[in-house]
């Protein structure tokens, strides 16, 4: 099972320079007259700090397709939002962090990895065990030669 770290938060402005030039995935295209503006990656990910947190993904049940979320990723995830059928979720089984997708099926809903070697689990079976502790909004990962790492 993919568990989560849940990690603190550090409130200050962390701005960046963002080149307003969209990437284009084909033929790339130079702008040298785009201009440039800064951003703040807290603003980004975190636009509602007070109930915003930012886990860090360990394990493998979420590194398949579509979300390919990969182990040591940073995840922001937001307690504020009402959970739906297919958002990523952080949810409480036992008392363990768990992040999986949710989704409604017949009898209620599933937690369901996006790795296959990993089992979905049903909710309904849990009872009280079972808490949606979050939606994930923004998944961070580094890419080193177009690997997860």
Not at 29 to 37: F, R, V
Not at 57 to 82: E, F, K, N, R, Y
Request: net charge negative; with cysteine.
């Amino acid at each position: 099972m993919t568990t989560v770290e849940i990690l603190q938060v550090i409130s200050e402005p962390l701005w960046l320079t963002q080149c307003e030039t969209p990437v284009p995935a084909g033929y790339p295209s130079l702008a040298e007259n785009s201009p440039n503006t800064k951003i703040d990656l807290n603003h980004l990910l975190i636009p509602r700090p007070d109930c915003t947190y930012l886990v860090r993904v360990q394990g493998t049940s979420m590194d398949g397709a579509p979300s390919h979320i990969p182990d040591g990723a940073l995840m922001a995830v937001d307690c504020s939002l009402t959970p739906e059928s297919g958002d990523i979720v952080v949810a409480a089984i036992d008392e363990e962090f768990t992040v999986k997708r949710l989704e409604k099926r017949a009898g209620g809903y599933w937690l369901v990895p996006d790795n296959p070697a990993y089992s979905p689990i049903n909710t309904s079976l849990l009872g009280d065990r079972f808490q949606v502790w979050g939606v994930v909004t923004h998944v961070i990962s580094r890419m080193q030669r177009g690997r997860f790492h």
